[in-house]
């Protein structure tokens, strides 16, 4: 059973526009809930992270959006640039020390010039 | 920042053959680091938390005679793939966790850039 479901698959965004990235969850003992960039032939860098007790975080143009009463959590990357076309990982995890990241299955974004 | 090290970062070898991959983290002290495996185009699979000084706990469907996990160390944790096979080809990932240090005292998990093992 998927404890990290991400929409979409892959996404095609123009320079400029906003890409919007999906994830829901299931445990509700997660309590930390990561983004994570990843380009081909890399380890995944953390770009983003929220708690479950605010709604929303926002760093420079990455936004992470929290709905815990749905279990959903997005991410919304504004004035999307070609330089963001990467894998992105939506993750949760119990936050406390020792606790393995459980990822979705990521999102290809593909910013076009 | 915290800096995970991951090596090699390509390893071929021949079908039977170990394959020794070292993670390391270089300024700060892990008692826990993770190794995930990753196919291409896919997500990363949590295959085992490694706790230094004890045995590694292992995820269900992994077989930790084929996959050794060591901890010896605070700052190094080593993956054998034992006996490797076309099949254990794949991009191995580790992670440590700086637990406490991220903002506001946030876990913040580091992953090295990992390791492409190809076996023929």
């Known amino acids: 059973q998927q404890q990290v479901k991400q929409s979409p698959q892959s996404l095609i965004v123009q320079k400029g526009g906003i890409s919007i990235i999906n994830c829901a969850y299931e445990n509700t003992a997660f309590d930390y809930f990561p983004w994570y960039q990843q380009f081909p032939g890399k380890g995944p860098a953390l770009l983003i992270a929220i708690r479950p007790d605010v709604s929303e975080k926002k760093e420079g143009r990455f936004t992470i959006s929290f709905n815990k009463s749905a279990k959903q959590f997005s991410l919304h990357i504004m004035d999307s640039q070609p330089g963001d076309s990467a894998t992105y990982f939506c993750?949760?995890?119990?936050?406390?020390?020792?606790?393995?990241?459980?990822f979705g299955k990521g999102t290809t974004l593909s910013v076009s010039s | 920042g915290a800096v995970v090290s991951q090596h090699p970062s390509r390893v071929i070898c021949k079908s039977g053959t170990s394959v020794k991959i070292e993670c390391r983290s270089l300024d700060f002290q892990a008692t826990t680091m993770f190794w995930y495996r990753q196919f291409p185009k896919q997500s990363l699979m949590l295959m085992a938390t490694s706790n230094e000084g004890s045995k590694a706990t292992y995820e269900q469907g992994v077989e930790k005679d084929k996959f050794l996990i060591n901890h010896a160390s605070l700052t190094l944790s080593t993956l054998t793939v034992t006996s490797a096979h076309p099949e254990d080809s794949s991009f191995y990932i580790c992670s440590a966790g700086n637990f406490g240090q991220g903002k506001g005292g946030a876990n913040v998990l580091t992953f090295g850039a990992g390791s492409r093992l190809t076996v023929l």
């Open positions: 993750a949760a995890s119990k936050g406390q020390a020792g606790t393995a990241l459980i």
